[in-house]
């Protein structure tokens, strides 16, 4: 039996390592048009800034694949004939599969702006996108970053550390809004702001103007300010990259219909990762989801479906953490979905640079969000995990303190706080 899969991102490296675990036998192949190596995407800035090569952040060594017996080639797919089970190479040639795994990952929103495809707009999402930034930041006096959301606080940091002036447009009336509820979104804005970011809420992108040269040279806002600017970042989110696929027989919504065994509706093909989308019953929402463990998480499960067992994809409890600027975010659980009838405890230090918010519902905690505190994982998504009623984590809210000896406590605080809210 031949593997395919396309894309070495974490979703293609731990399918294909796993696999390999599970079936001593089979042929695998894993493809990707960006990198031979797979290695960890969410380092992109940190490659910039110098603090990491690019070596460093290959989470395995180069040997292992070839110990595996995975064989990887640095290609673009550029079609899929599923009745024949072939994929076609970018350098010319046919791959012939009998079990294929989509793990193509997302890309960049684009919106279409006047202007996007000039030089000097560009999104972070890859390693040539790394190439271009390096290229476009000799030439450039000033950026303006389009979007919001975790990734443009990332290139508004390598910006900065080029010590370029970057100003943000932002259409929301607080940073990250959608996701962050008010308090945590108005903590996150105000740091933006002192850290020297220029931060312009309630403002959209209308244009991109290019000079002679093809190259960008300002910004227009829907409310018809010019800002000057050699750089343009587009960070409005990111998309399941479903190009591949398309013109497939493999249904497609926004991203690759999946079931929660992660099968296309095409026999032999899976997807997982950035690029899937899982199809629920009912009226629930379908599932995507677009982080590093949720990626390695629903690999595992392809790669047993993919050896011949049965396996359902648990999403388990929702889990996100990264920085902005010098500020962790940590999240747990449901947050700011507006359940009807959640309840709120939120309490913030003094200094406005730490926050702790529990969400519950009738009594029993569905959630937790900490900024400027840094919580263990795994007390928290047990707490979620077993429905602890709310007085139970209150009591025991000082279990969850990732480190006492390096992490200040705020938990004494918090409790006093919270149980007052309560009274
Ligand atoms: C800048 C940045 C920072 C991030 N930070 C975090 C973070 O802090 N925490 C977190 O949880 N998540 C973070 N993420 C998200 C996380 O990186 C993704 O969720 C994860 O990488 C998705 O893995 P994947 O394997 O599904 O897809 P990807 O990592 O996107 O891999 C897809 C691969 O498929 C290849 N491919 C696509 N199409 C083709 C084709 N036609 N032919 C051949 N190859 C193809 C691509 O080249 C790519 O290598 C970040 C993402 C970015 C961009």
């Not at 640095?74 to 795994?101: C, E, F, N, P």
Request: charged share 25%; net charge negative; proline share 3%.
């Amino acid at each position: 039996m031949h593997v395919v899969i396309i894309g070495n991102g974490i979703t293609g490296a731990t399918a294909a390592l796993e696999l390999r675990q599970l079936d001593h036998d089979c042929k695998i192949t894993m493809i990707s048009g960006e990198s031979k190596y797979h290695y960890a995407r969410p380092a992109l800035m940190y490659i910039f800034m110098g603090h990491m090569s690019y070596q460093d952040t290959k989470p395995h060594a180069d040997h292992i694949w070839e110990e595996q017996r995975i064989d990887l080639v640095r290609d673009w797919i550029t079609g899929i004939d599923t009745d024949a089970k072939q994929l076609a190479l970018h350098k010319g040639g046919d791959l012939g599969y009998d079990k294929l795994l989509i793990a193509t990952g997302a890309k960049s929103n684009k919106f279409g702006w006047p202007g996007q495809d000039l030089e000097g707009v560009q999104g972070l999402y890859d390693l040539p996108d790394l190439q271009r930034l390096h290229e476009t930041v000799q030439r450039t006096r000033q950026a303006v970053i389009v979007g919001g959301g975790l990734i443009g606080i990332e290139l508004a940091e390598m910006l900065h550390s080029c010590g370029l002036p970057v100003t943000f447009l932002v259409r929301e009336d607080s940073y990250w809004n959608n996701i962050l509820p008010a308090e945590e979104s108005r903590m996150v804005s105000r740091l933006i702001r002192e850290a020297g970011f220029g931060l312009k809420l309630e403002t959209g992108l209308k244009e991109i103007e290019g000079d002679d040269s093809g190259r960008a040279c300002a910004v227009i806002t829907d409310t018809d300010e010019r800002i000057e600017c050699q750089l343009v970042g587009l960070t409005a989110g990111v998309s399941p990259n479903t190009d591949l696929v398309k013109d497939t027989a493999i249904d497609t919504g926004r991203g690759v219909f999946v079931d929660w065994s992660l099968r296309t509706n095409v026999p032999d093909v899976l997807a997982a990762g950035d690029c899937a989308e899982i199809v629920t019953e009912g009226d629930a929402r379908n599932l995507l989801q677009q982080v590093w463990y949720t990626g390695k998480r629903q690999a595992r499960i392809a790669a047993q479906v993919l050896a011949g067992r049965e396996a359902i994809y648990d999403p388990g409890i929702w889990y996100n953490s990264a920085k902005f600027l010098d500020l962790e975010y940590h999240t747990y659980g449901q947050v700011n979905l507006c359940v009807p009838d959640e309840q709120n405890l939120y309490w913030e230090h003094a200094n406005g640079n730490h926050s702790i918010r529990i969400v519950y519902l009738q009594d029993r905690v569905i959630g937790i969000n900490t900024m400027g505190v840094r919580f263990h994982h795994r007390v928290c998504e047990a707490w979620i995990a077993e429905q602890r009623p709310l007085d139970y984590v209150l009591e025991h809210l000082a279990d969850a303190n990732f480190d006492p000896e390096f992490f200040r406590r705020f938990e004494a605080h918090a409790t006093a706080q919270f149980k007052e809210a309560l009274v």
